[in-house]
Structures are given as structure tokens and as C-alpha cells.
């Protein structure tokens, strides 16, 4: 029982590690103060952070392929609503109310 609740203390330190920051200011002390082993907390959580870069890397292109596409889309919407009200400018069948 002993040995699941170290390992488990190892898995928290590793998830909260993936925290930018919060791992060299909170983590890795707190996890020394409550006496567990500084060398392999300095282990887990450097690899816990350096999870969150790999993911960032892995995901960062899908990110910008996701983002072009929606910026595309979003200039053409626009040119086909200014196309729109240049076509409502000058023809009778749309209405505009000035107050």
C-alpha cells in the first residue's frame, strides 16, 4: 500500500509538472518538503514538462493548418458580403432604414 501512494505522489508530480512555471516554483518544492526523493522529482518533472513541448510540437501544425483554413474562410465570407451590399446599393429590391 505503501508503494501505490509513493508511485501516486510520482504520477501528480508528473501531471502538475506539465504546467509551465508552476512545476519550478510549486511542484518540485512541495514535493521535496513532503520528503520525497529530490533527484527523482527532478526526473518526473522534467520529463512531465518536457510531455507538454513534445505535445505543443506535435499539435502546433495541425493548429496552424486549423487556423489558416478559418482565416480563408473568413475572408472569403467577407468579400461575399461586401459583394452582397454593393448589389443591394444599387438595385431597388433591398430596403435600408436610416433612423
Known sequence: MS????VWEYIL???LAAVPWIEIGVIIPLSILNG??????GLV???GNL????LLIIF?????????SRKKKDEK???RDKNELQKCGTNMDCQV???
Do not use: G, M
Open 60 to 68: 502546433i501544425e495541425k493548429y496552424q493548418q486549423w487556423h489558416s
Open 97 to 99: 432604414f436610416h433612423c
Open 36 to 41: 520525497l526523493n529530490p533527484l527523482l522529482v
Open 51 to 54: 510531455t507538454t513541448v513534445y
Open 13 to 15: 508530480v508528473f501531471l
Open 77 to 79: 465570407n467577407l468579400q
Open 3 to 6: 508503494f501505490l501512494l509513493d
Open 45 to 47: 518533472a522534467f520529463f
